[in-house]
């Protein structure tokens, strides 16, 4: 069994910054790709961003780009999200995921397991 724990959000004014950890414990893979996700209040979850086993290839929505940066430390297997200039419709429930293969993906139906999530709130 995987386990997935995300940390770090909370309520930040417009233009602030936070950064979103995910710690990946238990039967760990030998490598995954992970990534990050989010859903508004009655709106479908959609893609972040998400980054190969070896950080080499790095995916982001088009919302993101520019403002968000997803890492990895595979020594601590630890998942960040960098997240800078934020805007209020970032505001939502962010959830990391990751995958038995080393290679990225946008689609979060091709993750393997998830996070609870940590709620992001950036008011204007």
């Known amino acids: 069994q995987v386990q997935l724990v995300e940390s770090g959000g909370g309520l930040v004014q417009a233009g602030g910054s936070l950064r979103l950890s995910c710690a990946v414990s238990?039967?760990?893979?030998?490598?995954?790709?992970a990534g990050w996700f989010r859903q508004a209040p009655a709106k479908e979850r959609d893609f972040v961003a998400a980054?190969?086993?070896?950080?080499?290839?790095?995916y982001y929505a088009e919302s993101v780009k520019g403002r968000f940066t997803i890492s990895r430390d595979n020594a601590k297997n630890l998942v960040y999200l960098q997240m800078s200039n934020l805007k209020p419709e970032d505001t939502a429930v962010y959830s990391c995921?990751?995958?038995?293969?080393?290679?990225?993906?946008?689609?979060?139906?091709?993750?393997?397991?998830w996070g609870r999530g940590t709620q992001v709130t950036v008011s204007s």
């Open positions: 980054i190969s086993w070896s950080g080499g290839t790095t």
């Open positions: 238990g039967r760990t893979f030998s490598t995954y790709a």
């Open positions: 995921a990751v995958r038995d293969l080393r290679i990225a993906t946008t689609q979060w139906r091709n993750y393997d397991y």
